[in-house]
């Protein structure tokens, strides 16, 4: 069965201190892997998508690496505004119709 | 502006009455997808289109159903609301089977 799985499911940072979210998986054949972020009372907002091991992709303070069981969103010197809950989300090979499986976030708190 | 836009955002209905979530986009993209999210569970899929007439059952269809008679709308209905349908339900849509998901702002049913 796909799966998959975040961790930590919640983590405070003081501004400045850079951390890394996990989100592990488990597919028959990677597709996609897509990361979101998601403000309260919002609607998830894309970040990055990888597509193979290896490939790295940046955006502002937020860097996704991607390996063949997990990916890593990699936050340097966050400020308080990155605070929300990150998504993780894989789309398998075999999945016509573009559905994604979902892991449950991590919720980011970034304390000035 | 171009988007994806959800309606109403805010729904009280009784327990066995029917209810219909909007969902217009104005990108013309072929898929779009109808997710419920809920505190320990993520996001889980409902229902899917990959374009118009044709839609498919994701994750939980059970008591909803959908219609896609319109490229750009993807109305979702309870037929007869229960309690354990109250939940925060996202409408998105791609533009091809590995793009990324465009998300609504979602729309916070409660079902008494």
């Known amino acids: 069965e796909d799966q998959v799985t975040q961790s930590p499911e919640a983590l405070r940072l003081q501004e400045g201190e850079s951390s890394s979210l996990n989100c592990s998986y488990t597919?028959?054949?990677?597709?996609?892997l897509f990361w979101y972020r998601q403000d309260p009372g919002k609607g998830p907002e894309f970040l990055f998508t990888?597509?193979?091991a290896g490939e790295e992709k940046e955006k502002e303070r937020l860097k996704a690496t991607l390996t063949k069981k997990e990916s890593f969103l990699h936050i340097t010197a966050p400020k308080p505004e990155d605070s929300a809950t990150y998504l993780c989300?894989?789309?398998?090979?075999?999945?016509?119709?573009?559905?994604?499986?979902f892991g449950q976030g991590t919720e980011l708190s970034v304390k000035p | 502006d171009a988007g994806i836009t959800q309606s109403p955002r805010y729904k009280i209905t009784e327990t066995g009455r029917q209810v219909t979530l909007m969902c217009h986009q104005t990108?013309?993209?072929?898929?779009m997808f109808w997710y419920r999210q809920d505190l320990g569970h993520g996001l889980r899929l409902i229902y899917y289109s990959a374009a118009a007439d044709i839609t498919d059952k994701g994750e939980v269809p059970d008591g909803y159903v959908v219609s896609r008679s319109k490229t750009e709308n993807f109305p979702l209905t309870l037929e007869s609301a229960t309690r354990s349908q109250t939940s925060v339900y996202f409408c998105?849509?791609?533009?091809?089977?590995?793009?990324?998901?465009?998300f609504g702002n979602g729309t916070r049913l409660t079902v008494t």
């Open positions: 597919v028959s054949g990677l597709r996609g």
């Open positions: 990888l597509y193979s």
């Open positions: 990108w013309s993209h072929s898929y």
């Open positions: 998105a849509s791609r533009t091809g089977d590995n793009s990324p998901l465009h």
């Open positions: 989300a894989v789309q398998a090979v075999y999945n016509q119709g573009g559905k994604l499986i």
